[in-house]
Every structure is written in C-alpha cells, then in structure tokens.
C-alpha cells in the first residue's frame, strides 16, 4: 500500500473511533439539562438521581473523547502536513477556539457538575449542567465549521506558495453549509444519546429491577428521541440534501447511483452500484422521487456522474453509495420506532410492551453506525478533493512519512484503542449495573431551596 493510502487509513480510523464518545457527550449533556430541569421544576428527585446516573456515563466519555482526539489533531503535522501548511492559517483558528475556549469551558463545569453538588444551591448546579452543554455544543460547532470550509470554501484568499489566506473570520463562522451540516450532525447526537438512554430503560424492564428509572429512561429517551429523529431527517436533513445537491453535484450523483443524467430522477432504495458499466444492478427505485427531493418538481432533471469530466467523480463510488443508503436506511429505522414507542407510551403501554422493548434495547448500537455512515458520506462525497475545488487529497498528505511509518503507528492505534475499548465497555456496563440508587445518598435532597 502507498503512503498516500495509509495516512487516509490512518485518519479515517482515529476519527471514527475518536467520534464514538463526542456523539454520545453531545447528545447526553442536553438530555441531562432536562433531567435537571424537570427535578427543579416539578421538586422530583428520581430526575435529579437520573441526572446524576447519566452524568457518571457522560464524564467516562468525555474523558476517552479527550484522550482519542488529541492525536487525531496531531495528525494534521504529521500525517496531513503539507495540507496543514497550505490551509494552516484557516482551519487552525476554530481548531484552537474549540481546544482553547469550548473545551475549558466543558471540563471547568463538568467538575462542578460532578464534585459540586453539595456546595452549590440546586440552581447553580443546573447551571453548570447547562454550561457542560454549551461547551460539549461549542466545541462541536468548531469542529463543523472546520470541516464545513473544507467542504465549501468561503471567505479566502490565495496567498504565497499555495496557501490559503481568510480574509473574514466572520465569514467562516456564517458558513451556510456548517449551519446545515451542524443541526443535522447535533441532531444525530442527541439520536445517539437518547437510543442509549431507551436500551437502558428497556434493560432495566426487561430485567424487572430499577422499574422507576427504567420508566423514566424510556420516557424521556422516547420523547426527545420522536423529536430528534423528525427534526433529522425535516428540515435539517432536507435542507443539507438540497444543499449539497447545489454545490457539490457530483456528491450527490454518487450517494444516489446516478451515473446519467434524467429528467425525473428515480430514487433507489436498494440495489448494488456497477461502476463499470455504469449502472444499478436489481434496482428497487421508486419513480421522480430523487428529483421531487432536490427541485420541488418531479420533472426536474437532475445531473448525473455522466455531466461531469471522470477525474472529479467520487474516487470510492461503491463505498459512498453504500453509506449513505445506511445511514437513510437506519434513520428511516429510527423514525418508525420512535413514533410506535410513543404511540405506546401516549396509551400508557409501552413499559410492558416487551415486543417493543426489546427492539429498543438491541438498537443501541445502530445510531453509532448511521453516525459513522453519515459522516463517511460527507467525507467520500467530497473526494477526490480534499478541500472541495481548491485542493486535491493527493496534494496534502506528508510525503516524507514513510508508509512503513505510518503502518508502524496505526496499529500501535489499533492496540491501544482495543484497551480503551475494553476498558470503557467495563466502566459503562459496571455503572449500568450498579443503577442510578449507588450514590444517591451521597447528594443533597431536592428539597433544599434553590
């Protein structure tokens, strides 16, 4: 393998894995601002002791998401340098705000969050629930905009020897695409967290024990879950869809296995893409829909991968089409559980419907899939360029780094990442079964005065 082919490997893994825990703190630390805010309001302490359960799970994430992200960062000099040198001078201001400012801001708050209970009134130490959420969605937003300028480029200017100079910091941050990408991503975050929360809630049903928090676990992950998973796919779905489907033709052509252009695209549901003969082989396509979705009009035409030159197609075709129908496959998935588990829960049967239960407690896994899917679509569908129409990926990578070098170090990765893994499944599994009671009376009752 080449050394080109390595560091994208490389990268492509720390990422991923890396994005294991920050889905799951983001989505988490809004669900604890409610438990808080719901044991404040109606004086309930089974939403403060959840709130206190959840909080154990999140600061165990946090702190792997930590140790996972700081290499990844480092990678940009030692893997990406000459991709660092060029867009260095850009990427690296909302890089350094999100490791400066939102992650201080996230760790200074989960302390009191975590170790302050007893010294803070019980408003301030919802405030600092509130704060740990702004920092955990800070921090995400960084990231984004980061990510969102590679994607589509606003508000620069070329400078000496190939780099790229930002011309508004401003601009950067008001980049339409990290607005878009950004709801979307967060809305899959909190998907992630509340199917985590059900799986837990389901588990203690299943298992009779801890049936007062299993109910609420249920309930809250079910409601924020039917919001989440609707607001995914309309608008911020949607308008994403639209939006790379505009600035980014090629991308979409890809995700849907359009290899030629038509008027009144179909959409293809299922079926496997023939990049040789340019074709979907045992399509299952339902008529106009592709070209309803993007134009409004099911007699729109719209480009396939044949309108455009062969060197600016999507270098992992198979892959990107494959992603990106995993990732609608399971949001589709996830919509149609949320509205039966509610439909139950609003008829006061759910929590001894085992047939639904059960579905809850297995799915756990599969928001970090279609996470996982869709951001490997965002990422293929730029391809081949690594920032989209300014800079290709085979122009960014360190070339002195060997691939015996690069191949040295990922699997040094892939053995300590294995121990982390380990390592969190045996903390999460022992809180899990330790139940939200453990240290409940290690904290003030709810009846002291804000």
């Not at 990268?11 to 601002?33: D, E, K, N, R, S």
């Not at 998973?229 to 639209?242: A, E, S, W, Y």
């Amino acid at each position: 393998m080449t050394a080109l082919l390595l560091h994208r490997i490389h990268f492509a893994f720390t990422i991923t894995f890396h994005y294991l825990f920050p889905q799951l703190t983001m989505g988490l630390a809004l669900l604890i601002v409610v438990l808080k805010s719901v044991a404040l309001a109606k004086r309930d302490e089974r939403y403060d002791k959840a709130a206190r359960f959840w909080a154990r799970v999140f600061a165990v994430n946090f702190l792997l998401g930590v140790v996972t992200g700081i290499p990844m960062e480092f990678q940009f000099g030692t893997n990406w340098s000459e991709f660092s040198r060029r867009t260095g001078g850009i990427i690296g201001q909302p890089l350094a705000m999100e490791g400066i400012f939102t992650f201080f801001l996230e760790s200074t708050f989960l302390g009191l969050f975590l170790f302050g209970e007893k010294r803070l009134s019980k408003l301030a130490h919802l405030g600092s629930a509130f704060m740990v959420c702004l920092g955990s969605w800070m921090s995400g937003f960084f990231i984004i905009v980061t990510d969102a300028w590679m994607q589509h480029p606003v508000a620069y200017q070329p400078g000496p020897n190939g780099t790229f100079v930002l011309t508004s910091f401003w601009g950067l941050l008001m980049n339409p695409w990290a607005w878009l990408q950004y709801a979307h991503n967060m809305c899959g975050a909190v998907v992630t967290a509340c199917f985590v929360m059900m799986a837990v809630g389901a588990f203690y049903l299943l298992g009779h024990r801890d049936e007062t928090y299993g109910r609420l676990f249920v309930k809250v992950g079910v409601i924020a879950g039917l919001i989440a998973c609707i607001v995914q796919i309309f608008p911020t779905g949607d308008l994403h869809g639209r939006y790379v489907a505009k600035h980014q033709p090629t991308a979409i052509a890809g995700m849907e296995g359009l290899f030629h252009t038509e008027k009144g695209a179909p959409i293809v549901l299922m079926g496997q893409p023939d990049v040789e003969h340019q074709r979907i082989d045992n399509p299952l396509a339902v008529n106009r829909v592709l070209s309803f979705l993007i134009y409004g009009t099911t007699k729109a035409e719209v480009k396939g991968l044949d309108a455009y030159p062969q060197d600016q197609w999507p270098t992992a075709l198979p892959l990107l089409y494959y992603s990106y129908h995993i990732m609608a496959g399971l949001g589709t998935y996830f919509a149609a559980l949320m509205v039966i588990a509610a439909f139950l829960l609003w008829r006061g049967t759910l929590y001894r419907t085992r047939w639904v239960l059960w579905p809850m407690l297995l799915s756990f896994p599969l928001p970090y899939i279609a996470n996982t899917a869709g951001w490997m679509t965002a990422e293929l569908g730029r391809q081949p360029w690594l920032v989209y129409g300014l800079m290709r990926v085979s122009e960014g990578y360190s070339t002195h780094v060997s691939s015996g070098n690069s191949l040295f170090t990922l699997l040094g990765f892939l053995g300590m990442y294995s121990l982390l893994s380990i390592l969190w499944v045996v903390m999460v599994y022992r809180f899990i079964d330790e139940g939200p009671e453990k240290h409940a009376a290690h904290a003030r009752p709810i009846a002291v005065t804000a």
